[in-house]
C-alpha cells in the first residue's frame, strides 16, 4: 500500500522537478520523485559495496559564494583528496571535481558529507 507523504521544495527546485517531468516524459511529479529516489537507493548499494581501499572521483557543484564553505568540508576529508580541480561555471556556479584514494569507509563518509550539505547542488561519487 503506498503512502502518502508531503515535501516542501524551494522554487528553483520545484521548477527543476517539473522540467525533468516534462523532458523525461515522467507522468506526474510523484513519479518523477519516485525515480530520484530509485537513483539514491541504486548509488548508496553501491556505495555499501566499496572495501579495502578504494580510488574515486568525487563531483560537486554549488554557487560561487559557497565556495569557502566547501573548501572547509573539502578540508575535513584532506586525508583521502589526492587531486582537486576547481572550475567556473555559468551562472555564478563552480564545478569541484576530487580524486579520491582511501579506504572505502572514509570514501563513503566524504561522498556522505557532500551529498547532504545543502550548500551543494550536485553531488555524485564515482568509484572507478
Given at each position: 500500500m503506498?503512502?502518502?507523504i508531503s515535501?516542501?521544495?524551494s522554487e528553483d527546485l520545484l521548477e527543476e522537478l517539473e522540467r525533468l517531468q516534462k523532458e523525461m516524459g515522467?507522468?506526474?511529479k510523484s513519479e518523477t520523485i519516485r525515480a530520484g529516489i530509485r537513483m539514491?537507493?541504486?548509488d548508496d548499494k553501491e556505495r555499501a559495496k566499496l572495501t579495502g581501499v578504494v580510488d574515486a572521483v568525487l563531483l560537486a557543484i554549488h554557487k560561487d559564494e559557497y565556495v569557502k564553505d566547501i573548501s572547509e568540508l573539502a578540508h575535513m576529508h584532506a586525508p583521502i583528496i589526492?587531486?582537486?580541480i576547481h572550475?567556473?561555471?555559468e551562472n555564478e556556479k563552480c564545478l569541484e571535481i576530487?580524486?579520491?584514494n582511501g579506504q572505502a569507509e572514509k570514501i563513503r563518509a566524504a561522498a556522505r558529507?557532500?551529498?547532504k550539505n545543502k550548500k551543494i547542488d550536485l553531488s555524485k561519487l564515482i568509484p572507478t
Open positions: 503506498a503512502k502518502i515535501i516542501s521544495l515522467f507522468s506526474g539514491l537507493v541504486s589526492k587531486t582537486q572550475h567556473h561555471l576530487y580524486v579520491l558529507a557532500f551529498q
